[in-house]
């Protein structure tokens, strides 16, 4: 088993900022690079951001770019994803998945959190 | 941006069933290729990497075949616990498409 547990999702206003975090188990966390996807009510999933093992690289979905940063904390086996200026179109489950390949972050995903829910609305 | 296209996106069976899923990508990802399980209210679960290896512990009627574009996930004798949404997801390059998800519903 892997567990992998999100927190921080709740209710925002639009150009508020959230900050959810992963916490994670089960493996040497600093092997592998870890993942962000979001699933908008009753919609299909969505890729958002990776950070390599290291944290030396990040990419990001061109819909969140420039408001959203991965960052990961390997002493404490944590991922965040800090979100500013939420839009309502970010309302979603959010969950954190772990790369299935060691130390490749373009890999499949072999295990997802649970998912916290961030909703946007005044 | 690689896109994928996942067909068909609701697809009616009974139990006992062989049922296929299709993705097509938009340029060749040789067999970077995943399908993940989402049933309701639930997280997804990894059923195949690199088109056709089954993660461990998934059951040997899930199958995956393709390479290139054009890939598909079979079902073999659908069992009731099969019923849910499946996407296929590219990990050739950023950003990590997914398609559109096939709903499999029971008849």
């Known amino acids: 088993q892997v567990p992998l547990v999100e927190s921080g999702g709740g209710v925002v206003q639009p150009g508020r900022s959230l900050r959810l975090s992963c916490a994670a188990s089960?493996?040497?966390?600093?092997?592998?690079?870890m993942q962000w996807v979001r699933q908008a009510p009753g919609k299909g999933l969505e890729w958002v951001a990776v950070?390599?093992?290291?944290?030396?690289?990040?990419y990001y979905a061109d819909s969140v770019k420039g408001r959203f940063t991965v960052s990961r904390d390997n002493s404490r086996n944590t991922v965040f994803l800090e979100m500013n200026s939420l839009r309502a179109e970010d309302t979603a489950v959010y969950y954190c998945?772990?790369?299935?390949?060691?130390?490749?972050?373009?890999?499949?995903?072999?295990?997802w959190g649970q998912g916290t829910l961030v909703t946007v609305s005044s | 941006v690689i896109w994928v296209t996942q067909s068909p996106s609701l697809l009616s069976a009974s139990t006992g069933d062989r049922v296929t899923i299709s993705c097509r990508m938009s340029?060749?990802?040789?067999?970077?290729l995943a399908w993940y399980q989402q049933k309701p209210g639930k997280a997804p679960e990894l059923l195949i990497y690199?088109?056709?290896t089954l993660q461990s512990g998934v059951p040997s009627r899930f199958s995956g075949s393709g390479s290139g574009t054009d890939f598909t996930l079979t079902i073999s004798f659908l069992q009731s616990e099969d019923f849910a949404t499946y996407y296929c997801q590219h990990y050739y390059n950023f950003p990590h498409t997914f398609g559109q998800g096939t709903q499999l519903e029971i008849k």
């Open positions: 950070i390599s093992n290291d944290g030396s690289t990040k």
């Open positions: 089960g493996f040497i966390f600093s092997h592998y690079g």
């Open positions: 340029q060749d990802i040789n067999n970077y």
């Open positions: 690199a088109a056709s």
């Open positions: 998945v772990k790369e299935g390949n060691r130390g490749d972050y373009n890999s499949y995903f072999d295990y």
